[in-house]
């Protein structure tokens, strides 16, 4: 008797153990994963503690903090779920969202018609515009009109309309589009390119980081759409969430979301 009643102890542990291990449905649809490459201030980015209310980053050390995430906080707590943030490369978020790995995107993500062929997007949580960022010593940092950047190196990131902008300033060297904000920063510091395309608050958070970077504001301006400049939830196809989604944004004030962005811009780490 004894032996059979070890033999049930033993086998109630292991039941434990693997259902702690492995998690059950139960939880799992009690979190919200998000993806987001946590590279992109003043949207989303990486620091080493909990401060300013950053999320911890899944299977990481680090914790995601940003306008992203405090919009991503208030979409969880809607929702009644936990904010997991999972970060991820910018090209890797749309399969990571088609494949279930993640539930969201939120990681400055516009609401481009080739994306909508793959995912849906819920209403606008951000608008913007287009700017150049150069350095305050560069030959073209007075310049303030698209063809005064006529012969410069410029890029943007990879997989963005940003790129596909640059074919509207005159006679300009469009150099290879570059994977991250990080490796744009460090060319243009180098000498590599004259300047890059971004939107107005990661310039704004780059020349407040770097003090040899400038904002290039142009009278003329990128000829631009409401969808390439406002930024949105990625959701996948046909999901229930993108009506929940947009009440909770909707719920937004414009006040609120500028105090959001102008927080954020404040808070970010000296390294992004």
């Known amino acids: 008797m004894k032996k059979r009643n070890l033999i049930v102890s033993i086998l109630l542990i292991l039941s434990a153990v693997i259902l702690s291990s492995c998690g059950g449905t139960?939880?799992?649809?009690?979190?919200?994963?998000?993806?987001?490459?946590?590279?992109?201030?003043?949207?989303?980015?990486?620091q080493s503690d909990n401060s300013n209310g950053a999320v911890e980053i899944e299977k990481s050390k680090e914790f995601a903090a940003g306008y992203d995430v405090t919009i991503a906080k208030k979409v969880a707590e809607s929702l009644g779920k936990k904010l997991v943030v999972v970060k991820t490369e910018w090209d890797g978020l749309i399969p990571a969202l088609t494949s279930g790995k993640i539930d969201l995107i939120m990681a400055g993500m516009s609401p481009t018609a080739d994306r909508a062929e793959s995912i849906d997007f819920s209403s606008d949580y951000y608008n913007s515009d287009?700017?150049?960022?150069?350095?305050?010593?560069?030959?073209?940092?007075?310049?303030?009109?698209?063809?005064?950047?006529?012969?410069?190196?410029i890029t943007a990131q990879l997989s963005t309309f940003h790129y596909t902008v640059i074919d509207q300033i005159p006679g300009v060297i469009k150099e290879s589009a570059m994977d991250n904000f990080s490796a744009m920063?460090?060319?243009?510091?180098?000498?590599?390119?004259?300047?890059?395309?971004?939107?107005?608050?990661?310039?704004?958070?780059?020349?407040?980081?770097?003090?040899?970077?400038?904002?290039?504001?142009l009278e003329d301006g990128f000829e631009t759409s409401r969808e390439d400049t406002s930024i949105a939830v990625g959701i996948k196809k046909g999901s229930d969430l993108t009506e929940k989604i947009n009440g909770v944004l909707d719920s937004i004030s414009e006040e609120e979301r500028t105090k959001i962005m102008e927080d954020a811009k404040e808070n970010q780490p000296s390294n992004n």
């Open 26 to 46: 139960e939880n799992d649809e009690n979190i919200l994963r998000v993806g987001m490459e946590a590279n992109y201030a003043p949207f989303n980015w990486s």
């Open 130 to 153: 287009l700017v150049i960022v150069t350095l305050d010593d560069n030959p073209y940092s007075n310049s303030n009109k698209l063809s005064d950047f006529e012969g410069a190196k």
């Open 185 to 217: 920063r460090v060319a243009l510091e180098s000498g590599v390119i004259d300047g890059y395309i971004t939107e107005r608050p990661e310039a704004e958070s780059a020349i407040k980081v770097l003090s040899n970077f400038k904002l290039i504001e």
